[in-house]
Each structure stands twice: as structure tokens, then as C-alpha cells.
């Protein structure tokens, strides 16, 4: 089997691959995260997956939950509606001490935002120098090490675009219930099937397993639904296309934080009801990814 081999990795026992002729980061088994429910959320590129991660924060702790959502984009913005700023990523701050790892201070990489969501920036490599899962793993390693994680009771990743290489696939590898934002259009389905069978492979040796889609900027659902019902899927949520959504991403806030309206309150309430059914538990969900012509074929109006 072919392996990537990390600096903070150690590889105890040879692994079956994650799918056929896959080139995978094998993460330190001495580095999984305690008994939080941990989400990671996928999806394709500029659908939302921050908005729906940060307000899916907020939501669980109004149900009294401890969270920790960590951004794994190197654009650091998963966060930002929740901090109000860009925070420093755990690249940056690592390489600000050479990546001695014993004279950072919590304080240094966590920052606490709205609603006592404590936010982490992953970061990530510049373009075509390194790998994502590297940085995933120098995050989680770090959490560990000051008990961030065994004080909390939900993880979120969210996740960079629909890339599904071995690096940015790494916190499949944390993950119990995988997550997909898609709108109701060709092409989100269409990464949402890829991102289908990434998880699949990963299920083969990790305890992940697909929680279903959320649907977001979108008045309709039809298109998704067909796809979900073709392949095995549950759609979890539904986030219409509303401006105020877009406005919040502008006053950098959560939604939980505007002006209240009754079409913002039904939206909150999608989103309090989506993290007691994620509390509760989803099935295990071992979807059929269809081959591209049959998504192709699938989709569309006759």
C-alpha cells in the first residue's frame, strides 16, 4: 500500500487502503478525539458550508452543548461570522514558535465566539506545497494536548470544497456522521456524489459513517431529493435562499445575532430542530454513488 508518510504520524500496523489505488494520510491512532459527537461537513466549493457550520454551532449550544468548530480551509474563514474577525490559523502560529509546540497557550489558537463557540483555524499549506491532512492532524494533536477535546461535547469540521484527496479527507477520519451541504443544481449533486464515495472508502476502516445532506440556498428541493432517493440518502435540513442569510455573511454574524423577522425565525428554528436531530442521532447511511452518465441521466426536468 502506498502511504504518505506526516512528521506527526505513526503508523503501528499496516492498513487495508481506503479504496482501490488510494493514496491516504494514516493518522496517529493515539490522536482520536474523546466522546464529543464530531461532524465533518462537505460540500462543494462556495455553498455554505461555513454558514451552515457557524449557525449550526450556535444552535447546539442553545441546546446547552459545549462546541469546538474548526475550519479547515486555508482561507481561515470558517469562523469569522462567530469571532468577527479573521483569526490566526494553527499554521501561522506554529511556525511563530518554529513549531515547538510546548510554548503555545491555548489562547494562542482558540478564540471564543459567539455563544461560547470555540473556534479553531486549521489553515492549511500554500497551494501545492503540503498536504491538508498534515494540518488536520497538527490540530487535532494540539487540542488533544491541551484537553480541549475532552471538554467538549460536539466537534465540527468544516471542510474545504468538494476536494476529496487524501488530505483534506483526513477528518473523515475523526469524524462519527459526515455531512453534505448541496443546492438544488447539477453541479453541488454532482460533487455531492464524489464526496458520497470518499466517505465510502473511508468507511471501510473508520468509524464514519454519512448523516445525510442538508439543502441550502434553495427554494425547491426536488432535484436533491431524487438524487437522495436514487442512492440511499436522507436530506436532514432545508435552508431556502434568503437575503438575510447573505446579510449576515456582510455584518459578519451569526443568524441567531439579526434583526428578528418571521421568515429569519423559521430559519433558526430549522437550524435549533437540525442539532437535536444530529444530538439525538442520525442512521448510518451507506449510500450508492452513481456513476457520472447516471447522475447525468438523472437529473433534470422531463
Known amino acids: ?51 451552515t457550520s457557524s449557525n449550526l454551532s450556535v444552535a447546539f449550544t442553545k441546546l446547552g452543548k459545549r462546541v469546538i468548530q474548526i475550519g479547515c480551509d486555508p482561507k481561515h474563514d470558517s469562523t469569522f461570522t462567530l469571532t468577527k474577525a479573521l483569526m490566526p490559523t494553527v499554521i501561522d502560529v506554529l511556525e511563530s514558535v518554529d513549531f515547538h509546540t510546548e510554548e503555545l497557550r491555548v489562547e494562542d489558537f482558540v478564540y471564543e465566539g459567539y455563544g461560547g463557540v470555540m473556534c479553531v483555524e486549521a489553515g492549511g499549506p500554500p497551494a501545492g506545497t503540503g498536504c491538508g491532512g498534515y494540518v488536520v492532524g497538527q490540530t487535532v494533536k494540539l487540542l488533544k494536548e491541551h484537553h480541549l477535546l475532552d471538554e467538549s461535547d460536539v466537534v465540527i469540521f468544516d471542510v474545504l470544497g468538494d476536494v476529496v484527496c487524501g488530505g483534506f479527507a483526513a477528518p473523515l477520519q475523526h469524524a462519527d456522521r459526515a455531512l453534505i451541504i448541496a443546492a438544488n443544481d447539477f453541479d453541488s449533486i454532482f460533487a455531492m456524489n464524489r464526496i458520497v464515495q470518499a466517505i465510502n472508502a473511508k468507511a471501510k476502516n473508520y468509524k464514519v459513517r454519512l448523516g ?91
Open 1 to 51: 500500500m502506498n502511504t504518505v508518510t506526516v512528521p506527526f504520524a505513526e503508523i503501528r500496523r499496516p492498513a487495508p487502503p481506503d479504496g482501490e489505488g488510494s493514496l491516504q494520510v494514516q493518522l496517529d491512532p493515539n490522536l482520536k478525539i474523546g466522546n464529543a459527537k464530531v461532524f465533518a461537513v462537505y460540500g462543494k466549493g462556495g455553498i455554505g458550508k461555513s454558514t
Open 212 to 302: 445525510g445532506v442538508i439543502a441550502n440556498r434553495s427554494a425547491d428541493t426536488d432535484q436533491i431529493d431524487r438524487f437522495a432517493d436514487r442512492v440511499g440518502l436522507n436530506r436532514l435540513a432545508h435552508f431556502p435562499d434568503l437575503d438575510v442569510i447573505r446579510r449576515s455573511r456582510l455584518k459578519k454574524a451569526t443568524l441567531f445575532e439579526m434583526e428578528p423577522s418571521p421568515e429569519l425565525e423559521a430559519v433558526q428554528k430549522e437550524y435549533l430542530r437540525l442539532a437535536a436531530a444530529l444530538w439525538a442521532g442520525t442512521d448510518p447511511l451507506a449510500p450508492e454513488a452513481l456513476k457520472d452518465r447516471e447522475i447525468f441521466d438523472l437529473l433534470g426536468f422531463d
